[in-house]
């Protein structure tokens, strides 16, 4: 059976890990500090705070951005539930928005209709990896003084309008969990412009600890140390770093392959009436999961016949308003209860076979 999605690891993976083995620092060191500069250069970025998930990524973030009990946040509903969890984790609340149904980013018209003085922020999705209309949100944001905090797991490596997600914009976090665009095994990062609140992100991955434990360690009176805010236990370790740094080496070859089955997948699809393929742009996307809309309620029928041939799918995301713990907030969202029914998740790899590549494309012209 094709996955849905892989990890694309081996020896170079292995040998990073080996090099943190022989230096006997697991932890908090050199190598995340390490990854951290390898993200930041790739990025054109100026903060990159690397941590142990995306998940820990954006609550960290809302918390150093002081968002609080009682703020309310607009988000999609056509999330990972992550995104939500993180909110709620705050005590904070989450406001439920439309996407737009050709792209599955935040629908900016719906969005502005839920604009209130009690919003404190906004998180939009870059979804599969199509960055959203970041000049409208980031307008909006100016004119309302409202946080535009993006989930940017999807988004690691793709652009809008020639500049990577993640070196413009408020604060953007990336996850690099098992089957992100690279993965460190677990890890994520927060990237921002603002050094203040990057120092005091720094300071919350590790329990709020003024400078770190790797740091300390290079002064002489090195077991003296100051707690000076809220904090977690958030920070990456060294065996996460090691990962990402092989992968970060190989982010282009990766590109260009998913890329390419990309094209393939779209060329196939593009004239088969009963489904529609997404509005990405091309050219600036990092893709990283392959999505396509399937009509005239078909998709349920779609999948158990591409599971009898063998072909992996699946349904990303469940809308979060029709979650037993977030009916609190639900509110109707007839659109993105729409394509929920309709959206199916199709394998993209980098790891993927000209063979594989065939039976996905195959398997559904022969359903039709
Ligand atoms: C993966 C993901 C996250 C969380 O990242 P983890 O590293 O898995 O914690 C958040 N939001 C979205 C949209 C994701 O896909």
Known sequence: MLPVSRPSIGSEELEEVKKVFDTGWLGLGSTVFEFENAVKEYLGAKNVIAVNTGTTALHIAFDAFGITEGDEVIVPSLTFCASIQVITALRAIPVFCEVDPDTLNIDINDLRKRITPRIKAIMPIHYCGNACDMDSLLDIGKKHSILIIEDAAHAFGSSYKGKKIGSFGDV???????IKNITCGEGGAVVLSDDDIAEEIRRKRILGIDKDTWH????????????????YRYHMSNINAAIGLAQLKKISVFIEKKRKIVATYNEAFRYLKGIKILNWNRDETVPFTYMIRVLDGRRGEMMDFLNEK??????HYIPNHLQPFFKPFSTPLP???????????LPLYYDMTENDIDLVIQSIIAFF
């Open 172 to 178: 953007t976090c990336f996850s690099f969990d098992p």
């Open 216 to 231: 300390r360690y290079q002064n002489k009176k090195s077991w003296f140390y100051e707690v000076t805010t809220q904090g």
């Open 310 to 315: 063998g072909v992996g799918t699946g349904v």
């Open 335 to 345: 659109i993105t209860e729409q394509v929920y029914e309709e959206i199916l998740t």
